[in-house]
């Protein structure tokens, strides 16, 4: 069995600082890792992935979050947050490989809440 | 591309009434989910078909069922709807182990 914690339920961030939204896992098999992003009333998007390859992951909105295999963590940053970012963040795990047929294990979310 | 969407955008039922949500994907994906969305739980599976013709349950099945109408269309059916039962419903599509590509989401209210 898969696992997902989102160590925060609410980051409140000034706009233009730094922020890290936390995620830790647990699984016996090989991971694809992937973060997704919900704006208020709206579905989930894709927000990035990791499946293999280079450990460190970038979004086309300046996020990036690092693969960390002997920590089980897989954490989402960004060096400086605008206003529009405010949404909720999920991390979610699935197996990279059996027969798991893509089935996501989501964490709890956490609001990301930026202030001007 | 419409993607994947999903009817109706809201409903309300009584405690026993029955309904069926709708999800269509126009992607050509094989896999498609269904998912309820709680505060504080994140998202947990309900059912998924991993290819057109099989389905299987998920995390949470109970009170459920499913039906793979066609490579495009998975609906969700509840028999007899609880309060337990009040949500948001998720639908999603993907090729595979692949990015899972979401609906706009169906928000329910069992009284």
């Known amino acids: 069995a898969q696992s997902v914690t989102q160590l925060d339920s609410q980051v409140p961030v000034f706009e233009e600082a730094p922020v890290e939204l936390r995620c830790n896992y647990s699984?016996?098999?090989?991971?694809?890792l992937f973060w997704y992003v919900q704006y208020p009333n709206q579905g989930l998007q894709l927000l990035l992935k990791?499946?293999?390859?280079?450990?460190l992951v970038e979004s086309i909105n300046g996020f990036e979050a690092e693969f960390n295999k002997s920590q089980t963590s897989f954490h989402l940053r960004k060096p400086s947050v605008h206003i529009s970012d405010t949404a909720e963040y999920f991390c979610a795990v699935s197996n990279a490989g059996g027969t798991s047929y893509g089935k996501l294990t989501f964490g709890q979310g956490t609001i990301l809440t930026v202030h001007p | 591309n419409a993607g994947v969407t999903q009817t109706p955008k809201f409903q309300v039922l009584k405690t026993g009434q029955s309904m069926t949500l709708q999800c269509a994907q126009d992607?050509?994906?094989?896999?498609m989910y269904w998912y309820r969305q709680d505060p504080g739980m994140g998202l947990r599976l309900i059912y998924y078909s991993a290819s057109e013709g099989t389905t299987d349950k998920g995390e949470v099945p109970n009170g459920y069922n499913v039906s793979r109408l066609n490579k495009r269309e998975f609906s969700l059916r509840l028999e007899s709807a609880a309060p337990s039962q009040t949500s948001v419903y998720f639908c999603?599509?993907?090729?595979?182990?692949?990015?899972?590509?979401f609906g706009p989401g169906t928000r329910l209210l069992v009284l």
């Open positions: 999603a599509s993907s090729v595979q182990k692949e990015t899972q590509y």
């Open positions: 699984s016996s098999v090989s991971v694809y």
């Open positions: 990791y499946l293999s390859g280079s450990t």
């Open positions: 992607m050509n994906h094989n896999s």
